[in-house]
């Protein structure tokens, strides 16, 4: 009975393929986001959506480009894929947007590994 | 340009005793600080957060105190158990960019018996 759910949990890819990762939020929240985690452990945000709606998206590589095809889900899909996009990248969910008391609900993480 | 800072990678505390993690932040336009909980292989799960207004907020074993005039924060987890191993993420946000959060780069927790 997962709240936040990705698919897959890992992935391993050569570059200059295209791939994508699907999330999938079951909390009836409103907004979603993805993060990224590199090698140093920096946790950033990539992009929200709000009722499929982008509403942050942080000076990501135009290869990244986010999907939402209903409010519970939000995909990443990510063209020509270079070494730097090895990562861990989380999905996340919450209730609102603008109130900043709302907590953030994680998923589990894909570890994308390119080589 | 590292807007949340753990100073601490990593922090080895007794059971029963009190774990400390600190967390410092350079940008002013911080309001609300969170803690994040990580265990390996699973994503952060929220434990506490604080309003700048506040400088303690406390939630069973969990405390955690704002000193707005340092710019820093701190957990505090009394007494320390076992499954309180894992790691620990400071985040922060500002007044207009609500769902924003800066994350620290984390802290790891060991309580050893």
């Known amino acids: 009975d997962t709240a936040v759910s990705q698919t897959p949990k890992y992935l391993v890819t050569q570059m200059g393929n295209d791939k994508s990762i699907k999330c999938e939020q079951n909390?009836?929240?409103?907004?979603m986001y993805w993060y990224k985690q590199d090698s140093k452990k920096f946790l950033k945000i990539m992009f929200s959506?709000?009722?499929?709606?982008?509403?942050i998206n942080e000076t990501v590589p135009n290869r990244f480009s986010p999907k939402s095809p209903d409010k519970a889900h939000l995909n990443l899909h990510i063209n020509s894929l270079e070494l730097g996009d090895s990562a861990v990248y989380f999905c996340a969910s919450s209730q609102d947007l603008g109130v900043y008391q709302e907590t953030q609900y994680f998923g589990p993480g894909t570890r994308l590994l390119v080589l | 340009d590292q807007q949340v800072k753990q100073n601490s990678p990593s922090l080895s505390v007794q059971e029963g005793r009190i774990s400390i993690l600190n967390c410092d932040y350079t940008n002013s336009m911080f309001d609300y600080f969170l803690w994040y909980k990580k265990y390996p292989a699973e994503g952060p799960t929220f434990l506490i957060s604080i309003s700048s207004i506040k400088d303690k907020n406390e939630d069973g074993r969990f405390t955690v105190f704002l000193n707005k005039s340092a710019k820093h924060l701190s957990l505090h987890i009394v007494p320390s158990q076992p499954g309180d191993s894992a790691v620990y993420f400071c985040a922060a946000s500002g007044a207009g960019t609500a769902s924003k959060l800066t994350f620290g780069t984390g802290t790891r927790l060991q309580v050893t018996l």
């Open positions: 909390l009836g929240h409103d907004t």
């Open positions: 959506y709000n009722n499929k709606e982008l509403i």
